[in-house]
Each structure stands twice: as C-alpha cells, then as structure tokens.
C-alpha cells in the first residue's frame, strides 16, 4: 500500500509453510480383513486395467457388482474403492465433481469401518493424504491468482478430509490459512485501491477471526494495526488543498530500513482542529490497542514505532508521542 504502511509479507512465509507438501503413493489394498483377502488380488488386478485404460465408469461398475457379495466386497471397503477409483479419475481430468467424490467416499468408508470396530489403514491414509495435500495446492494456486473464493472452496475441504483422518488441528490450521488469505486480500487491495476496495475489508476481517482465537499473533495485531492507520492517513487526503499525502506514495512502508516521513509533514495540510472533521483521530484510535500489543511483541519495528507516534500525535497525547518518536530516532541512530 504505497499512501499507507503496507502489509506485513512475514505472513507470507506462513503461506508457503502452510501450502507445500510433497509425498509418495503407494497402490490400495482397502480395510484389511483376512476373511475376504483371498481374492483381493485378482480384484485389484481388474480396477487397476480399467484405470489404465481411463475406463472409470467400467471399473466403478465392477466395484458395485461385486460388492453385491457382502463376503467378497464388504461396504467400508466398497467405498474405499470407489474414493481411489475418483481420485485417479480426477489426477487425470482435474474435474471438481471427481474430488468431491472422493472426499464423499472416503468419509463413508471411514464411517461405515468405525462402525465394524475397523481402523483405517496405510492404505486408505494414502489416499486421504493425496487430497490433502491436492487442497492444499489448489489453495495455494487459488491464493496466487488472487482467487479468494477458490481459496476459501479449497480449504473448507482439507478440514473435511483432516476431519476423516482424525487430525484436525483448527486452532493452527485455520490461523495459517486465516494469515494467508488475509495477507493476499491485503496485496490485491494494494494493486488497485479503487477497484479492489472491499478486499481491504476482507482481509481486515480474516484477522479479526485470527485474534479472536489468538490475541497475542504478531501478524494480526500488526495488520489490524495498519488497516486503521492507514485509513487515517488515507483520510488526510480528504483536507482541502491537501498535497502532502502524496508524500507517503513514494515510500516503500514494507521496508524496515526505509526513511518513513514525520506524522507532522503528513498532516502539514490539515489542521488539529480539523481532525475529527476529516476522520483522521477516530482509526487512530482505534489502532492504538493493537500497536501497543505489536510494539510488545516487536518493540523494534521501526513501523511500529512510526504507528505509535502518529497515533499519540494525532490523538493529542504530545507526552506519548515523544516518547514513541524518541524510541524512533533512537533505532534509526543505532541507539
């Protein structure tokens, strides 16, 4: 955000640790049931020519045919196959419909096997995993076109299959994506402000669900902080006459290292009286609390620092904004 300080891109490497993972396949075998086995062979040997020849329907047809002998092919085992059979089937078409198939089928193996006293095994796991880790690829993808919805799609079923294979962590599971997408609605708000709007917005509020379940989370303390600086100095604009804020387009606020210009020049054009006219104090306050916990948890982030002036500055705290401003001055000597 070139007017205002920027997003903080730590938030980014939290996307890529959340959204990499990379594993081997190994060929089905079903629930395991020594009774029914012995024939499990020359079964697998037909599902697997039918998926070579991508004749899917025929090999979907075979599982509920010989299904209909619940000795041979019992029903937790019948729905393993169908889900490994969709999943091969979307590795090959990329169709929506066939994951939500697989998914679909899979959560009913894992169902119908709970209620037979089975476990799911190395096999069934591997095929879970391989959607797993498909959404979160999707989503990654999703997140880089700036395709949000796709993102949110994408993640809603990876908890589902986290749900099946009994591993759902939703605490850190949902801050990471929550960081993630919240960050990218950030930078695509960036790139055109005027038409992308109401994407600040959404950031804004994916944060907000982040500190709901973690108030001390640097990166959401921190763009919740920015988000109502920012409209502050966004709101300098609005002063008649007003040319300095074309001050802050020049500056790159991601850069630490950057030389911030003073509160003061940025307000140079409005008057402390005009403040409340021009809805500068209200953001300013409302970002305090949040500034307070990042410089608490960053106390040398010269953003910070910038923040915390400009909020006591324009909130008429002049002792506060001293101190802050002190703080400042002190980092950029290397005091």
């Given at each position: 955000?070139?007017?205002?300080?920027?997003?903080?891109?730590?938030?980014?490497?939290?996307?890529?640790?959340?959204?990499?993972?990379?594993?081997?396949?190994?060929?089905?075998?079903?629930?395991?049931?020594?009774?029914?086995?012995?024939?499990?062979?020359?079964?697998?040997?037909?599902?697997?020519?039918?998926?070579?020849?991508?004749?899917?329907?025929?090999?979907?047809?075979?599982?509920?045919?010989?299904?209909?002998?619940?000795?041979?092919?019992?029903?937790?085992?019948?729905?393993?196959?169908?889900?490994?059979?969709?999943?091969?089937?979307?590795?090959?078409?990329?169709?929506?419909?066939?994951?939500?198939?697989?998914?679909?089928?899979?959560?009913?193996?894992?169902?119908?096997?709970?209620?037979?006293?089975?476990?799911?095994?190395?096999?069934?796991?591997?095929?879970?995993?391989?959607?797993?880790?498909?959404?979160?690829?999707?989503?990654?993808?999703?997140?880089?076109?700036?395709?949000?919805?796709?993102?949110?799609?994408?993640?809603?079923?990876?908890?589902?299959?986290?749900?099946?294979?009994?591993?759902?962590?939703?605490?850190?599971?949902?801050?990471?994506?929550?960081?993630?997408?919240?960050?990218?609605?950030?930078?695509?708000?960036?790139?055109?402000?005027?038409?992308?709007?109401?994407?600040?917005?959404?950031?804004?509020?994916?944060?907000?669900?982040?500190?709901?379940?973690?108030?001390?989370?640097?990166?959401?303390?921190?763009?919740?902080?920015?988000?109502?600086?920012?409209?502050?100095?966004?709101?300098?604009?609005?002063?008649?006459?007003?040319?300095?804020?074309?001050?802050?387009?020049?500056?790159?606020?991601?850069n630490p290292n950057t030389q911030i210009p003073s509160i003061e020049k940025l307000l140079e054009c409005v008057k402390p009286q005009e403040y409340e006219k021009y809805?500068?104090?209200?953001?300013?306050?409302?970002?305090?609390?949040?500034?307070?916990?990042?410089?608490?948890?960053?106390?040398?982030?010269?953003?910070?620092?910038?923040?915390?002036?400009?909020?006591?500055?324009?909130?008429?705290?002049?002792?506060?904004?001293?101190?802050?401003?002190?703080?400042?001055?002190?980092?950029?000597?290397?005091?």
């Open positions: 955000m070139k007017n205002s300080i920027t997003t903080n891109y730590l938030c980014g490497i939290a996307k890529k640790l959340f959204l990499t993972m990379f594993l081997c396949f190994t060929f089905f075998a079903g629930f395991s049931q020594a009774s029914y086995f012995g024939n499990m062979k020359a079964f697998d040997e037909k599902i697997t020519a039918q998926i070579s020849k991508n004749n899917f329907t025929a090999a979907l047809n075979l599982v509920d045919t010989l299904s209909k002998n619940n000795d041979f092919l019992p029903s937790y085992s019948k729905y393993y196959y169908k889900g490994f059979i969709f999943k091969e089937k979307y590795k090959k078409n990329h169709s929506n419909n066939d994951y939500d198939s697989c998914l679909f089928y899979m959560s009913k193996a894992k169902l119908s096997a709970k209620i037979t006293g089975l476990s799911i095994n190395d096999e069934s796991k591997t095929v879970l995993k391989f959607i797993l880790i498909l959404n979160h690829n999707s989503a990654s993808a999703a997140l880089d076109k700036f395709q949000i919805d796709s993102a949110e799609y994408y993640y809603s079923n990876f908890k589902k299959t986290l749900l099946i294979m009994d591993s759902l962590s939703p605490s850190s599971t949902d801050i990471e994506f929550n960081c993630a997408i919240g960050s990218t609605c950030y930078r695509f708000y960036e790139q055109n402000k005027k038409a992308n709007n109401s994407f600040a917005d959404k950031g804004f509020q994916y944060f907000k669900q982040i500190l709901q379940v973690d108030s001390n989370n640097y990166t959401a303390n921190y763009n919740t902080m920015i988000y109502y600086f920012n409209q502050a100095v966004e709101n300098l604009g609005k002063g008649e006459y007003c040319k300095q804020v074309e001050i802050a387009n020049t500056v790159d606020w991601s809805n500068v104090s209200p953001p300013m306050r409302k970002a305090l609390p949040y500034a307070l916990k990042t410089y608490q948890l960053a106390p040398k982030n010269k953003n910070v620092l910038t923040a915390l002036f400009g909020i006591y500055y324009t909130t008429g705290s002049e002792a506060n904004a001293l101190i802050y401003r002190k703080k400042l001055d002190d980092l950029r000597n290397g005091n």
